[in-house]
């Protein structure tokens, strides 16, 4: 893959299906780095596979597509140029889509009532005067914010406290279609200094379930409760009892009980949350205690749908293990869970109707694609992936399982170069910790890989998708058996003759970011570095990271000196190996005066050394940043190991060369790599 291959990722997102079961809907995104944008439409696509997916919409970025219980209508949100999101209705017997809302930030996802006539769906509502309301008003003459809050800020949204999000409720237009009558106004059925997130519906419709921190220490902890009031607006009333950390709520046919996906105990300070799983639970709908289904010990929710699913008596979702995404069917009445999807694939997303179950599925050559469910067969629907998969530059993963030096086992992978060798090798380390690298395609490895060098990764204590007490093997202790597996894992890798022993680089973002600067600093075995967007220093951290005012505490501990053994910015005198620090001027999760002072530290010691600052992104930069500043990273991030490890092998041409044989990603008008048959492409030069 090369870095200019990102626009021939196409990548599905959470499908919603029919009532009857025939159709699925999805939205399907992809980067245009000529319009230096992403662009995403929605697909239908039969269940039966009788047929390859049709585009439905032509908006500039439509998503969170979901079908009425009817079947009558399609909502979904779509988003203008530079616009925010907003909810469209679309007629499921054709006609043009409608726009329903015009939130100045933009609406959340639209959740359908039961009768089919009225949607749900979370907004921010900026303070008046703030965020462009006043158009007199520019961002830098805006009055000044008077904090008095620990919670006041959240990387990729910036301030929250004078933009709370809230749930609204919109009835339907009389005919549905434009009909040139005037729009219902929104309802907003909560308010107040609280963010009111992951809305449902009863099953009779007259009340909605909510996620908010309202208790008198929200500031001070991380628990979320499940909150309900009545459709028409009211008296909020809390159903779970203030001890875990809650979201995506969904009430069974009955209306009893409340099933939901959550960290059940946060212990007696409410931020007892390293290496906690969130798993699936439920409460009473009357209210009590929040009682975990699956063990949170083995079980971490892995899926991105946005809602606990309940269908045919089971819910739906997708589960961690060791580095996959399974797919669990597990029965509401007690019975064995049922695993619909698992081995070496990453399960995204799930929707069920009329008996269909309909994931998204990724594996290691696939950002996803769609697979239909029924008793006794799995049918593949799409072929999102074919277009990159046909350039022959993508690569498989071989799993390897080797023993840390106390004999605890690591497991993880490697991705190579085709050829004999011997490769140079990247070490890839992870962000979290409690994460997991698995089975899916990364854009970064791939295109290291096809540079020619060896990709090794692996999933050390500390991280998820192996329990709770892998997970928990690094509590106060960063830098110690983490750094142990990787380096174990490492070794084993390079027995292989085809990796190079003498060539090997590192490279991590966030925590991954962290473990990287801590072993480059114990030893000069590393040949380069690329630490990026880096939990780098405890101290800074705390006053400056979002989440830094419980995380130092709650992951590392209080005792100076152990926070210290735990600082990479600690042996950061030591460090030789030339760095290549990567940030973003607006993450506020890792902030960039931690990749700052790790840069000044090694320029002043005369460590080759370079800091890459992109303006205007957050923490997620790698992965939803803008396209081209996403392209320029991995040009860089070549760049750096080309002149440090020597690949020596051409990573293929920039956007400003001239070339024959690069495929034009702009879509086809009739296909977009959805059809289960070979797509048929334009041969184009760029530059």
């Known amino acids: 893959m090369r870095p200019n291959d990102l626009e021939l990722l196409r990548t599905p997102g959470v499908p919603t299906v029919s009532p009857d079961g025939r159709i699925?809907?999805?939205a399907v995104t992809r980067l245009d780095l000529g319009e230096d944008a992403y662009r995403s439409r929605l697909w239908a696509v039969p269940t039966d596979g009788s047929a390859p997916a049709r585009a439905l919409t032509a908006g500039h970025r439509d998503t969170a597509p979901s079908f009425s219980p009817d079947g009558r209508w399609l909502a979904y949100l779509g988003a203008d140029p530079g616009g925010h999101p907003q909810v469209h209705l679309l007629p499921t017997a054709g006609g043009a889509p409608r726009r329903l809302t015009d939130h100045p930030l933009g609406a959340g996802a639209p959740v359908?009532?039961?009768?089919?006539?009225?949607?749900a769906y979370t907004a921010r509502v900026p303070e008046p005067g703030r965020y462009g309301t006043d158009p007199a008003v520019a961002p830098e003459a805006e009055p000044p914010r008077v904090i008095s809050t620990l919670k006041y800020r959240l990387d990729g949204v910036g301030f929250v406290v004078d933009q709370r999000s809230h749930v609204f409720v919109l009835d339907l237009p009389p005919a549905g279609e434009d009909d040139g009558t005037p729009l219902p106004q929104p309802r907003q059925v909560t308010?107040?200094?609280?963010?009111?997130?992951?809305?449902?519906?009863s099953p009779d419709g007259t009340e909605l379930a909510f996620v908010s921190a309202r208790h008198p220490r929200a500031d001070r902890d991380l628990v979320r409760d499940v909150y309900a009031v009545p459709a028409g607006g009211g008296t909020l009333r809390r159903v779970t009892d203030g001890r875990a950390d809650c979201s995506l709520p969904a009430y069974d046919a009955p209306g009893t009980t409340i099933w939901l996906t959550a960290r059940?105990?946060?212990g007696p300070d409410g931020l007892d949350e390293f290496a906690r799983s969130t798993t699936l639970c439920r409460v009473p709908a009357a209210g009590g205690a929040v009682e975990p289904v699956l063990d949170p010990e083995h079980t971490e929710r892995g899926d991105e749908t946005p809602a606990t699913v309940l269908a045919g008596g089971a819910v739906h979702l997708g589960v961690q293990r060791r580095g996959a995404v399974e797919l669990l069917r597990v029965p509401l009445d007690g019975g064995p869970a049922e695993a619909l999807v698992d081995g070496p694939f990453t399960v995204r997303g799930v929707a069920v109707g009329g008996g269909v179950v309909v994931a998204t599925v990724a594996h290691d050559r696939s950002a996803g694609e769609l697979i239909?469910?029924?008793?006794?067969r799995r049918r593949l629907l799409t072929g999102f992936g074919r277009a990159l998969g046909a350039t022959g530059r993508l690569h498989r993963m071989r799993e390897l399982t080797v023993a840390a030096p106390d004999g605890y086992p690591v497991h993880g992978w490697v991705t190579g170069p085709d050829g004999p060798g011997p490769h140079p090798v990247v070490l890839a380390l992870h962000g979290g910790p409690y994460r997991q690298y698995g089975w899916s395609l990364l854009d970064e490895v791939?295109?290291?890989?096809?540079?020619?060098?060896?990709?090794?990764?692996?999933?050390?204590?500390?991280?998820?998708g192996y329990g709770q007490a892998h997970g928990r093997a690094l509590h106060g202790a960063w830098g110690t058996v983490d750094a142990a597996d990787v380096l174990a894992f490492l070794d084993a890798a390079l027995e292989d003759p085809a990796l190079d022993p003498h060539r090997v680089g590192v490279m991590g973002g966030s925590y991954g970011g962290y473990l990287a600067a801590v072993l480059i600093g114990r030893s000069p075995r590393f040949a380069a570095a690329v630490v990026e967007r880096a939990f780098l220093d405890p101290v800074g951290f705390v006053g400056s990271s979002d989440i830094g005012w419980y995380l130092v505490d709650a992951h590392l501990g209080t005792d100076p000196a152990r926070l210290s053994e735990q600082s990479a910015l600690a042996r950061a005198g030591e460090i030789t190996t030339p760095t290549l620090v990567v940030h973003a001027e607006q993450d506020w999760r890792c902030p960039v005066e931690q990749a700052q002072r790790l840069y000044v530290e090694l320029k002043r010691r005369g460590v080759p050394s370079e800091l890459l600052l992109f303006p205007g992104?957050?923490?997620?930069?790698s992965r939803t940043g803008r396209p081209r500043h996403r392209l320029a990273r991995m040009e860089h991030v070549l760049r750096w190991c080309d002149r440090w490890l020597s690949a020596g092998t051409d990573p293929g041409p920039g956007l400003d060369e001239l070339t024959d044989d690069v495929v034009d990603a702009e879509p086809l008008p009739d296909d977009d790599g959805a059809g289960r048959e070979p797509l048929t492409v334009r041969a184009t030069r760029l530059g």
Do not use: F, K, M
């Open 372 to 376: 239909a469910i029924t008793p006794g």
């Open 191 to 201: 308010d107040g200094p609280h963010d009111d997130t992951d809305v449902t519906w």
């Open 617 to 621: 992104e957050g923490h997620e930069l």
């Open 446 to 464: 791939q295109v290291l890989v096809s540079a020619g060098y060896a990709v090794v990764r692996c999933n050390p204590r500390g991280s998820s």
């Open 24 to 26: 699925a809907v999805v």
């Open 112 to 119: 359908w009532a039961p009768d089919s006539r009225r949607l």
């Open 264 to 266: 059940p105990d946060l």
